[in-house]
């Protein structure tokens, strides 16, 4: 089976600080994608990052970085010096290539992220 | 390119009503979804198409829901009776490279 936890519900934090959201997936499949989304307090899901399964190169946007690590099945996602503009609930998702479940989305639970002036 | 664009973006409606839900996905994207999402149970896959024909509709709630994919630019997905239950932002997203964009979401109010 196919799962993703997000195991902080809610975060919050002060401007400046660093911050970083815990994923932890569970997949059979040996080819998979690892995804990160925002939504922002306006609702819209921004799609921010796709990982795929034989890429373990950390990356980095800005302020956001992102460390996927197979080996203890984690996908964590690490905003630097944070800002207001960032509170928002972030999802982090899985899609494998088992053709049974047809590549869906398989969602965690969200954490919410608040980060105050 | 234009993102995936849904309509209408509120609707408020009394119970009992239809309600169509509308959907045109990124162009060249082969499958589309639709979602639900609630404060209670968050984001559920309701159905997916891939090239215009429905792949998975074992989230759809029950026969009131129906969703259409007349073609590979336009989707529906209509509530027919509306109940209070059914209130939830609906969204749509296409996939393009492995990757669902998703639409602004339509905030459904049945009252």
């Known amino acids: 089976a196919q799962k993703v936890t997000q195991a902080q519900t809610e975060i919050s934090v002060v401007e400046k600080e660093d911050v970083t959201l815990d994923c932890v997936y569970e997949t059979r499949d040996t080819t998979y994608y690892l995804f990160w989304y925002k939504q922002p307090p306006s609702g819209e899901l921004v799609f921010l990052i796709r990982r795929n399964s034989f890429d373990e190169q950390n990356e980095i946007s800005g302020r956001y970085s992102w460390n996927f690590q197979k080996s203890t099945s984690s996908f964590n996602f690490t905003i630097t010096a944070s800002q207001v503009v960032d509170s928002a609930v972030y999802f982090c998702?899985?899609?494998?290539?088992?053709?049974?479940?047809?590549?869906?989305?398989?969602w965690g639970l969200g954490t919410s992220l608040a980060v105050n002036p | 390119d234009a993102g995936v664009i849904q309509s209408p973006r509120h609707e408020v409606t009394e119970m009992g009503q239809e309600v169509t839900l509308r959907c045109k996905p990124i162009s060249g994207h082969n499958s589309l979804f639709w979602y639900r999402q609630t404060m209670m149970r968050g984001l559920e896959l309701l159905i997916y198409f891939n090239n215009n024909v429905p792949i998975d509709d074992s989230g759809m709630p029950e026969d009131r829901f129906s969703a259409k994919m007349p073609n590979a630019s336009f989707s529906t997905l209509k509530i027919q009776p509306s109940e209070p239950r059914d209130s939830a932002v609906y969204f749509c997203a296409s996939r393009g490279r492995e990757t669902q964009y998703f639409g602004p979401g339509t905030r459904l109010l049945v009252l």
């Open positions: 998702a899985l899609s494998g290539e088992n053709a049974g479940n047809n590549r869906k989305l398989i």
